[in-house]
Nanobody, 127 residues
């Protein structure tokens, strides 16, 4: 089992920045590709970003490309999502997720590829 706990959410004005963290415990963190998803009110959960277990490969949704950056610190068993130039449409509950297995360059982007999920952290961007 892997436990994931997100933090760093909050209220920010449009154009501002936030950094989300996701701390993992349980099995070896470095064996997992990690991802961030989000769910806005009344909408389905959507992919945001993913990083391979090697840390050398990342993938982003078009809506956040150039504004968000995913990174990981395997020594701290933590994955981060740096969010810059936030927009009101970024308002959502953000979830981190862990995917078992895969190649060193795998950046899973579909919910079914992930095995463990955190409880989520709220991000609200005011206009």
């Amino acid at each position: 089992q892997v436990q994931l706990v997100e933090s760093g959410g909050g209220l920010v004005q449009a154009g501002g920045s936030l950094r989300l963290s996701c701390a993992a415990s349980g099995r070896t963190f470095s064996n997992y590709a990690m991802g961030w998803f989000r769910q806005a009110p009344g909408k389905e959960r959507e992919f945001v970003a993913a990083i391979s277990w090697s840390g050398g490969y990342t993938y982003y949704a078009d809506s956040v490309k150039g504004r968000f950056a995913i990174s990981r610190d395997n020594a701290k068993a933590t994955v981060y999502l740096q969010m810059n130039n936030l927009k009101p449409e970024d308002t959502a509950v953000y979830y981190c997720a862990a995917a078992v297995g895969g190649s060193y360059d795998h950046t899973p982007r579909w919910e079914y590829e992930y095995d463990y999920w955190g409880q989520g952290t709220q991000v609200t961007v005011s206009s």
